[in-house]
């Protein structure tokens, strides 16, 4: 047990470092390493293809005569089971071999999409069968998030973890930009099925990457054994680790209210500046351009722990709330771009936080909670979101994720000052108690009832990691790790 806690210490210890400082090694340190590069190279691919099933499978859902709610359900139906199953998903990424399973996951995807393409080109499909597909894959998808996250930090460790996420959000929000645009070609050449067939087919570039790596170089965490309550105690674990909860939380609540631009985007350009689906595709490129050079600027940096993830909310929220006041379109666009720079730096900030404030053995399941909290509050924040701004106006749905965004940065700021006040000195050794103090052998101290309970570690962590200091409260240089640190950057996002 003590070894346990030690490490768990240690790694949050090395996170604080991190925290201080910035890499040496520019935008793209992490293509340094091999495995990485073939990683994001099939993911490059691979996600491409997801982004045009998305746009095909809303486009044959409405062909197949269904009204917006249909739509909504079977959009639901995607991420409903990432709410309901993804602590599993976790659990199942902490017992299996990291690569083994992404490439179980990714041939089941593909599988998936290749049906739902041979069902649409045939003309049998029917919605029912749609929505069970889709349901199937947001299945796959609870274990393989969790799965794919933390296999990032087995290529690169916990030095270039960091960059590696912001890297991968780049790649998501390029494909975002991307994978559209050929959507809509290939859906007036060949029709949606052609979307499905080619994303089954882009499964294949991430396959054998996987295929490709040296195994050598990776360092995989230990498969977790069976036990009855490990679903349960991973949930614990997280709650009782500040470094954890505090990040998860906000993400619950910021990815609930914030994240929901599907609903929120259309509105504002209908109603607010009595636009077209044009209008919309604009505001979504704008996002997605932003995102792409903010999380450029974002790789370049180093910053996590709960300060750098309150900083980078707060500028989400202010951002959002400068989109909501917005008067022209022209300001409007403008504003997307700087809400999307800031959101992949909240992303990236807090995916790069919780995985290294994790201890190994529990890095999957704590994974699967920060995709439920991301994914899985989608089917609860988007209708608060889309009544809210049917209620009061399009605008006051970007008002509301602002005000989520901002909220969760103050959160964590009452974190860091509540850990802080636990972990100060509640007394003085005065010459007189000093002559009354007993001299003890390590390892049996007796309880003093005038010295203050410290037993909770976690809070203590929280400290270190936003400050940058060793287990023993001492700062040192920049970027340093004790050398019992070695095996957390030995050790292994989106």
Same mark, same amino acid.
């Given at each position: 047990m003590r070894r346990t806690v030690t490490s768990r210490v240690v790694q949050r210890d090395t996170v604080g470092a991190h925290d201080t400082t910035r890499s040496r090694t520019g935008t793209f340190a992490?293509?340094?390493?091999?495995?990485?590069?073939?990683?994001?190279?099939?993911?490059?691919?691979?996600?491409?293809?997801?982004?045009?099933? /998305?746009?095909?499978?809303?486009?044959?859902?409405?062909?197949l005569g269904a009204s917006g709610t249909e739509l909504g359900l079977?959009?639901?139906?995607?991420?409903?089971?990432?709410?309901?199953?993804g602590a599993y998903g976790g659990l199942i990424a902490d017992r299996s071999d990291s690569r083994r399973l992404l490439v179980c996951t990714q041939v089941s995807l593909a599988a998936l999409a290749a049906l739902l393409g041979i069902l649409d080109l045939t003309?049998?499909? %029917?919605?029912? /069968?749609?929505?069970?597909?889709?349901?199937?894959?947001?299945?796959?998808?609870?274990?393989?998030?969790?799965?794919?996250?933390?296999?990032?930090?087995? /290529?690169?460790?916990?030095?270039?973890?960091?960059?590696?996420?912001?890297?991968?959000?780049?790649?998501?929000?390029?494909?975002?930009?991307?994978g559209p645009g050929i959507a809509g070609v290939v859906i007036s050449l060949v029709g949606t099925s052609g979307c499905f067939l080619l994303n089954a087919a882009s499964f294949a570039a991430v396959v054998l990457a996987l295929r490709r790596m040296d195994a050598s170089a990776l360092v995989p965490s230990k498969p977790v054994p069976r036990a009855p309550g490990q679903v349960r105690s991973g949930l614990t674990y997280a709650m009782r680790t500040t470094g954890l909860r505090v990040p998860l939380i906000m993400m619950a609540v910021v990815g609930a209210l914030a994240y929901e631009?599907?609903?929120?985007?259309?509105?504002?350009?209908?109603?607010?500046?009595?636009?077209?689906?044009a209008t919309y595709s604009l505001f979504t490129g704008a996002m997605g351009a932003g995102a792409v050079v903010g999380g450029l600027f974002v790789a370049r940096r180093r910053s996590v722990g709960i300060a750098a993830l309150a900083l980078a909310s707060g500028m989400f929220g202010v951002v959002l709330l400068l989109a909501a006041a917005a008067p022209t379109l022209a300001l409007e666009v403008v504003a997307l771009v700087l809400v999307g720079a800031a959101s992949v730096a909240f992303i990236a900030t807090g995916n790069a936080t919780v995985q290294l404030s994790s201890a190994p053995e529990m890095r999957g399941r704590v994974m699967a909670l920060w995709s439920v909290a991301f994914l899985g509050s989608t089917p609860v924040g988007g209708p608060i979101a889309g009544w809210v701004a049917q209620t009061f106006g399009a605008r006051a749905g970007l008002v509301l994720a602002g005000a989520a965004a901002v909220a969760g940065a103050f959160?964590?700021?009452?974190?860091?000052?509540?850990?802080?006040?636990?972990? %100060?000195?509640?007394?003085?050794?005065?010459?007189?108690?000093?002559?009354?103090?007993?001299?003890?052998?390590?390892?049996?101290?007796?309880?003093?009832?005038?010295?203050?309970?410290?037993?909770?570690?976690?809070?203590?962590?929280?400290?270190?990691?936003?400050?940058?200091?060793?287990?023993?409260?001492?700062?040192?240089?920049?970027?340093?790790?004790?050398?019992?640190?070695?095996?957390?950057?030995?050790? %292994?996002?989106?």
């Open positions: 992490a293509l340094q390493v091999p495995n990485f590069r073939l990683f994001l190279g099939g993911q490059v691919v691979s996600l491409c293809g997801t982004w045009m099933q /998305m746009i095909a499978l809303g486009w044959l859902v409405l062909s079977v959009t639901a139906a995607q991420f409903l089971p990432v709410l309901l199953f003309g049998v499909a %029917r919605l029912w /069968m749609v929505a069970a597909l889709a349901a199937a894959i947001g299945l796959i998808t609870a274990v393989d998030n969790p799965t794919r996250q933390s296999f990032v930090q087995e /290529m690169v460790g916990a030095e270039h973890l960091p960059n590696a996420v912001t890297l991968n959000s780049v790649t998501v929000n390029a494909a975002r930009v991307v631009f599907q609903v929120v985007l259309p509105l504002v350009a209908r109603e607010t500046f009595d636009g077209s689906a959160y964590a700021l009452a974190s860091l000052r509540k850990a802080a006040d636990r972990t %100060r000195p509640a007394f003085t050794v005065t010459p007189e108690r000093a002559q009354t103090c007993q001299v003890v052998p390590a390892g049996s101290a007796t309880k003093d009832p005038d010295v203050p309970d410290e037993s909770d570690e976690s809070d203590e962590s929280a400290v270190r990691l936003s400050l940058g200091v060793g287990s023993a409260g001492r700062p040192g240089p920049a970027g340093h790790v004790s050398g019992a640190g070695r095996s957390v950057t030995a050790l %292994r996002d989106v």
